[in-house]
């Protein structure tokens, strides 16, 4: 897989990508986690104007997965509750709205190695109903480190890797 810096032309099947892992999730049991249509255009827009968006393309699919990789801080992440940060003073990196096919497999680790070459302190957060999220967190060395809330006041579990 290769894994390369979205651009504004990849915006339409970024948002294909987004509405099948919405379908992931529904269909997973995850009702509400990315309602009401999110992610929008405009944050995924956002992502690539400040250079923290990717896709990753698939061999004879195309764009398979998206995910922006953005640095810190990350303002949802000044307060944890539950528990604390394995490391609160070094800079760190954040993944964020993950996406891919539903047929596709191997995105998060092809992902996730790209980061960890980029970054090795990772943060991420997850709706408590994304199991699958939360299955590959675990499987891939992430540490639950407590509860974060969004803006909107939505709770997010959240987990972080060091290397």
Same mark, same amino acid.
């Given at each position: =897989?290769?894994?390369?810096?979205?651009t504004?032309?990849?915006?339409?099947?970024? =948002?294909?990508?987004?509405? $099948?892992?919405? *379908?992931?999730?529904? $269909?997973? %049991?995850? =009702?509400?986690? +990315?309602? *009401?249509?999110?992610?929008?255009?405009?944050?995924? @827009?956002?992502?690539i104007?400040?250079?923290? %968006?990717?896709?990753?393309e698939?061999?004879?699919?195309?764009? $398979? *997965?998206?995910?922006?990789?953005?640095?810190?801080? @990350?303002? /949802?992440?000044?307060?944890?509750?539950?528990?604390? +940060?394995?490391?609160?003073?070094?800079?760190?990196?954040?993944i964020?709205?993950?996406?891919?096919?539903?047929?596709?497999? *191997?995105?998060?680790? $092809?992902?996730?190695?790209?980061?960890?070459?980029? @970054?090795?302190?990772?943060?991420?957060? /997850?709706?408590?109903?994304?199991?699958?999220?939360?299955?590959?967190? !675990? !499987?891939?060395?992430?540490?639950?480190? %407590?509860?974060?809330?969004? @803006?909107?006041?939505?709770?997010?579990?959240?987990?972080?890797?060091?290397?």
């Amino acid at each position: =897989m290769n894994v390369r810096p979205a651009t504004i032309s990849d915006v339409p099947a970024i =948002m294909e990508v987004t509405a $099948a892992a919405r *379908g992931i999730m529904r $269909a997973s %049991g995850n =009702m509400n986690q +990315w309602i *009401g249509g999110y992610p929008p255009r405009e944050r995924i @827009e956002a992502d690539i104007a400040c250079g923290g %968006g990717y896709v990753i393309e698939a061999p004879g699919v195309g764009i $398979a *997965g998206y995910f922006a990789f953005l640095t810190s801080p @990350e303002p /949802t992440y000044a307060t944890i509750y539950g528990g604390s +940060w394995l490391d609160d003073i070094a800079p760190y990196h954040v993944i964020h709205r993950i996406a891919s096919l539903p047929d596709v497999h *191997g995105i998060f680790a $092809a992902m996730l190695s790209f980061c960890s070459l980029r @970054e090795p302190n990772i943060r991420i957060d /997850t709706h408590r109903d994304n199991l699958i999220m939360q299955h590959l967190l !675990a !499987a891939h060395g992430f540490t639950y480190c %407590g509860i974060i809330y969004l @803006e909107s006041g939505d709770e997010r579990l959240a987990y972080q890797r060091i290397l």
